[in-house]
């Protein structure tokens, strides 16, 4: 895959979901950590733990309600379940699950969804959760966490299985740019800085940071200095860098792999319209449904490049 | 360590008498709630609790070792309160305060405000999955406690409970007990009418469950049946229980079928009380 990069030369490195699935084997010493699977273990790469840890792994079978109602009981008996499927399954099928069984009473359950956005490409719509984050944004008390690379993902699984409460972990299917260093620091609750930069913000989350890195490049040709924050924790999100950029850039662009509503861009837009009103623009799948297709095509399709945000940002920036 | 509580059947039939009158007051006095469907589990709950069956201990309401009791069918809740509260989780005087504002004592429960209360349940269906969770959780960690779900029959048309019951079915788990309080009738109508069940108790074997049908209201059926089920190895249990739907009161066991989440009115209650002699 390309992701439409064309100005920096990125390393690619593992899927989000790959170094999701290691970074929970090695955690896995913690006899504290469960992990309950919807039968796709070798998808979501949980099957590193299961081979490690089998008295601590749980194949439930095809039935994404009972696997969330399982962690839940998991969760209150003291341990800290990992229920991990493609993401739309776990969020769509298990949505009443999640809100009663674990968000309500605030167990500390980490949900971890694969397979997310369009990029999975030739499978198609049904497997492509693109509302997921909406819909964990909307569960209070809920920590939700997009990573961008192999080394962030890894971060976050930790920052994620330390943190007491409820968690949605989004990670995706195709391997992807290398961003971080290994020993790169991640706290969740607070942007990364990625790109210095004071005439326009970009803010972006998952697959779409590498993108916004790579628009920052070619706006920087035009004489454009863009900011870019990768905003991995959607929820809480990072209040401040927001009114920072609000305040010392022209305006910000959010670009993210979900739908238009209820995401990323919706959440920052909320923090601009409290704290400091600026001209914004969004970059996301829109509202509606993709197709199937090459994940570099659907990208394309569905205007999720670095080309999109490098014109997202001069629409800003002329008003 | 958390220990049973055993009372002598005398005494356990004074104690369902009482939960009765709580069940009745606490939901005339909040105006709303369900007391048909708390009634039909007096016995079960009962037994379970004061009859030497489930081992808890009040004042460690988290301890590791304790057995839980899950109430699946949340809108039951004025009933698990009433046992809770005749347990010691909470003074008897705080169930009038049922579904006020500020009151632990919620229209369904919620695990996070009330010691005792095992589940945040009142979305039907969950509950069994709950418990599975719980018995997969005290088998690794090597303690025998064990699980009870009370999961209502009209709950039963819920797909989860499905999935559940083979999940537990299939792995054995022989520290899970399922209870099923058959007491007939859902919100608007029969079971037997809407999605009839029957044969439950075929069904539940057929998906691995070692299974006993018993009259629900029967001191001696119901803590037999207890006693059968932590007798069971290798295998869930489920005791299928014929209940009666508003149990003790005249007035609701007349119309089953069409008093699903109303309480009793308050001219009605002193009547209602007499009937379950609580005071005897």
């Known amino acids: ?37 919807g039968d796709v273990n070798n998808s979501t790469f949980t099957n590193a733990f299961m081979d490690r840890f089998p008295q601590r792994f749980f194949n439930t079978g095809i039935a994404e309600s009972n696997m969330v109602g399982i962690a839940s009981g998991l969760a209150a008996a003291g341990k800290i379940p990992v229920a991990a ?41 049904s497997q492509m959760a693109i509302e997921d984050i909406a819909l964990a944004c909307a569960l209070p008390g809920f920590t939700v ?18 943190r007491e409460g409820p968690t949605f972990l989004r990670c995706g299917r195709p391997k ?60 809480p999100i990072d209040v401040a860098a927001i009114e920072t950029a609000a305040n010392e850039t022209r305006g910000i662009v959010v670009a993210e792999e979900h739908l238009a509503y209820g995401g990323l861009g919706a959440t920052v837009a909320m923090v601009t319209a409290e704290r400091r009103a600026t001209r914004m623009a969004f970059v996301n799948v829109g509202d509606t449904y993709a197709t199937s297709g090459k994940p570099d095509e659907l990208l394309v399709q569905y205007g999720l490049t670095p080309q999109a945000i490098a014109d997202a940002a001069r629409r800003v920036l002329k008003d | 360590m958390p220990d049973t509580h055993q009372e002598d059947k005398e005494a356990l039939a004074r104690r369902a008498r009482r939960i009765r009158s709580h069940i009745v007051s606490a939901t005339t006095a909040a105006g709303s709630g369900h007391p048909s469907s708390s009634l039909s589990l007096v016995e079960l709950a009962t037994v379970l609790y004061f009859g030497g069956h489930l081992r808890y201990d009040p004042a460690r309401p988290d301890d590791p070792d304790r057995d839980r009791f899950i109430l699946s069918k949340g809108h039951a809740a004025p009933g698990l309160y009433a046992v809770l509260a005749e347990a010691g989780y909470f003074p008897t005087e705080q169930l009038k305060d049922l579904r006020k504002l500020g009151s632990p004592l919620e229209g369904h ?55 559940a019951a083979m999940y537990a079915g299939n792995h054995g788990l022989d520290n899970l007990t399922l209870i099923i309080d058959r007491n007939g009738y859902q919100q608007t109508d029969a079971v037997d009418r809407i999605q009839p069940l029957d044969p439950l108790d075929e069904k539940l074997h057929a998906f691995g469950f070692a299974t006993r049908v018993i009259d629900g209201h029967s001191l001696d059926e119901v803590d037999e049946a207890f006693s059968w089920a932590r007798s069971v190895g290798g295998q869930p249990q489920a005791i299928i229980a014929r209940t009666i739907k508003g149990k003790g009161v005249a007035l609701l066991e007349a119309k089953q079928g069409g008093w699903h989440g109303k309480p009793i009115p308050p001219d009605e209650e002193t009547r209602a009380l007499e009937e379950i002699g609580a005071g005897a």
């Open chain 1, 1 to 37: 895959m390309s992701f439409g990069l064309s100005k920096i030369d990125f390393e690619i490195g593992p899927a989000t979901r790959e170094a999701f699935g290691e970074a929970l084997a090695e955690a896995g010493s913690d006899e504290r950590i469960v992990v309950v699977d």
């Open chain 1, 85 to 125: 499927s493609f993401s739309t399954f776990l969020m769509s099928n298990a949505f009443d699950q999640i809100r009663m069984s674990v968000a309500f009473p605030n167990l500390n359950v980490k949900l971890v969804g694969t397979h997310a956005g369009i990029s999975i490409g030739e499978d198609g719509p």
């Open chain 1, 145 to 162: 966490v997009v990573p961008a690379d192999g080394a962030s993902t890894r971060a976050a699984t930790f920052a994620m299985l330390e």
């Open chain 1, 176 to 235: 992807v740019p290398v961003i971080y260093r290994d020993e790169d620091p991640l706290q969740l609750g607070r942007a990364n800085q990625l790109r210095e930069g004071d005439d326009i913000t970009i803010i972006a989350s998952g697959i779409m940071v590498a993108m916004a890195l790579d628009a920052a490049e070619a706006l920087r040709e035009e004489g454009v200095e863009a900011r870019v924050l990768d905003m991995h924790t959607v929820k």
């Open chain 2, 109 to 163: 429960p919620n695990m996070c405000r009330l010691p005792g209360v095992e589940a945040s349940t009142g979305s039907l269906g969950q509950g069994l999955s709950i418990g599975i969770g719980h018995a997969l959780a005290l088998r690794l960690d090597g303690l025998d406690a064990r699980v009870y779900v009370l999961v209502g029959d009209g709950e039963s048309e819920e797909g989860q409970i499905w999935e």
